[in-house]
């Protein structure tokens, strides 16, 4: 199955455009190398979290840098992200119900959480809490963002393109790809085929990334 990390980063990378900004935000501007490595490095946090292929992680983050690594992190491991759906002063593309990270914990039951706030643990209780910013206060449960992310770098996650399928399953596989979801933003969810969609400000980001342009972000 295609793995959305590797085409939005290393593709790119391997074809010679590593120093190609990626990300500009308004402070810096990020390569194609520079974000490839630093999305690996989350990637070897979460997986020394408990991600694994197949399971869910729960992305509530404010910083829409910390939340694109966290998802292409999550796409890395062939994971499935959860992204709350926030809503921007003057957006257009977003009417309706937009569920908050409790609700979506509840209906997604994820594995690992990456937030910004203070977890609220009765709501649902994950495997590994990983926080940017709240201090932890459970060692077994909850982690630092920074530290997780100095771990990381010491044994990042490595990407290939795509699973081979096994010999004689290829149209399990097929099927299979076409009915997986991709990601989750809110309400919606985006199945792999619908990859790259703009229907959400993730996805347009994801896309651009797939096609080799910058993504602006603005905070």
């Known amino acids: 199955m295609t793995n959305l ?3 939005a980063l290393d593709l790119h ?5 590593a120093t190609e900004p990626a990300v500009q935000t308004p402070t810096r501007t990020v390569d194609f190398a ?17 991600t694994v292929p197949g399971s ?10 910390d ?3 966290a998802l292409l992190a999550t796409l890395r491991l062939r994971a499935l992200p ?6 921007h002063a003057g957006a257009v593309d ?7 990270a409790a609700t979506l914990a509840v209906r997604h039951r994820p594995e690992v959480v990456v937030t910004a706030h203070e977890w609220p643990g009765h709501v649902h209780r994950p495997a590994s809490v990983l926080y940017r910013g709240p201090e932890p206060v459970d060692p077994q449960v909850e982690f630092d963002w920074d530290l997780a992310l100095r771990a990381g770098r010491t044994d990042p996650a490595p990407a290939s393109r795509a699973d081979e399928p096994e010999p004689g399953a290829e149209p399990d596989a097929h099927a299979a790809a076409a009915t997986a979801t991709a990601y989750v933003v809110g309400e919606r969810a985006v199945l792999l085929p619908e990859v790259p969609e703009a229907g959400t400000q993730v996805g347009r980001r994801l896309g651009a990334l797939l096609g ?8």
């Open 212 to 219: 080799g342009r910058t993504v602006r972000l603005v905070g």
């Open 56 to 65: 869910t992680v729960l992305v509530a983050l404010t910083d829409e840098y």
């Open 34 to 50: 520079t974000l490839t490595e630093e999305v690996a490095a989350l990637a070897g946090a979460l997986r020394a979290l408990g």
């Open 67 to 69: 939340e694109l690594l």
């Open 5 to 7: 990390a590797f085409d």
């Open 94 to 100: 977003a009417p309706g119900h937009h569920p908050s």
């Open 82 to 87: 959860v992204l709350v759906d926030r809503v």
């Open 13 to 17: 990378v391997v074809r010679g455009r």
